[in-house]
């Protein structure tokens, strides 16, 4: 990968001192590289040990670009170099199986990186032998449920996971001025045996009622 991202570099030195009749053959995947390194866009690495954490951490350190840390099931290992490096993570799922390059899974990981400072996100996960994802509701439960306060855990699914994506100025918070799409239950959202009473989208109420 280090060794992509220098051809990338190099093909941009070339994009930009050579004249039209002599610059390089366009090459799709070197621009992209280079839009990575240009900070244009980031890149996700998703990575679940320790020393493919480091490895993602040492690329971002010595090229600068954006870069947001995918799955990170080994992260409470690292938490300072974490920190330092101003990381977001997007968690795996709670309850993620605990097997092969995850088998060092926590259920306290979301409570541990949260109370250093790092900014996080819960995601999903996908079960490729079902096939399926699992209900990111529920993966917050658990973490609430594992020393992630309330407030916390909906955040990782909703205004800090708008954050990390930079798209916070439309979704992820009820705010005037954002997009209208709203789940209302008669309890709390992370109690299985809570309801869905109304949906809105785009401010327009789609559904309304219990079910």
């Known amino acids: 990968l280090r060794q992509e991202f220098l051809k990338a570099k190099d093909y941009m030195e070339k994009i930009k001192k050579e004249k039209d009749d002599k610059k390089p053959a366009r090459d799709l995947k070197m621009e992209i590289l280079a839009k990575v390194l240009s900070g ?52 795996h799922p709670t309850m993620i199986r605990s097997y092969g390059e995850t088998k060092n899974v926590s259920l306290e990981t979301a409570a541990k990186l949260k109370e250093a400072g790092i900014m996080i996100a819960l995601q999903s996960g996908y079960e490729g032998y079902v096939p399926k994802t699992r209900i990111v509701l529920f993966e917050a439960a658990i973490a609430n449920a594992n020393g992630l306060s309330f407030e916390d855990a909906l955040a990782t699914i909703t205004i800090d996971a708008a954050k990390i994506l930079g798209v916070d100025n439309r979704i992820g918070s009820l705010e005037a001025g954002k997009d209208a799409d709203i789940v209302l239950f008669d309890g709390n959202p992370f109690e299985y045996t809570s309801h869905v009473c109304t949906v809105i989208i785009n401010g327009k109420i789609v559904k309304e009622n219990c079910f």
């Open 40 to 91: 244009e866009i980031f890149a996700l690495f998703t990575v679940q040990r320790a020393t493919e954490i480091m490895t993602a951490l040492r690329l971002q350190q010595e090229f600068g670009f954006k870069m947001i840390l995918d799955g990170a099931a080994e992260s409470y290992l690292l938490i300072d170099e974490i920190k330092k490096s101003g990381v977001p993570v997007i968690i």
